[in-house]
């Protein structure tokens, strides 16, 4: 993220085209991440280019946890598609870190609770 010094909010204005065609590009390089997850996931398709692209868009094309704000994926460089495990319905895009520890938590929720809980 470069910082918003005068110049840039100047240069913004007086190139709305440029600024949009840059947007479109940093979209269309997610998308193609996105995809890239779900092939070698072996998971088949979770979301079209198109769905996946809206989706990201979205979510302000940071990570869809609430507080996180990652505008980059981190780990091996892909964004994941979270789903509910039980009923395989997608939630968000979220970076690694979040989906490394939502996994975490959801699986052991009542431990962590209980421990919480337990020690104030
Ligand atoms: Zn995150």
Not at 26 to 52: F, W
Request: aromatic share 10%.
């Amino acid at each position: 993220m470069h910082p918003q010094t005068p110049y840039l909010r100047e240069w913004k204005k007086n190139n709305p085209e440029k600024v949009k065609k840059y947007s479109h590009t940093y979209n269309q390089k997610h998308a193609d991440t996105i995809l890239s997850y779900n092939r070698k996931r072996k998971r088949g398709i979770l979301l079209s280019p198109d769905e996946a692209t809206a989706q990201f868009i979205k979510q302000g094309c940071k990570c869809g946890m609430p507080l996180c704000g990652a505008t980059e994926p981190g780990g091996v460089g892909t964004w994941h598609a979270d789903h509910n495990p039980i009923t395989h319905k997608f939630r968000s895009l979220l970076c690694a870190r979040c989906n490394l520890h939502l996994g975490i938590y959801e699986k052991h929720k009542s431990k962590f609770e209980s421990y919480l809980e337990n020690n104030g």
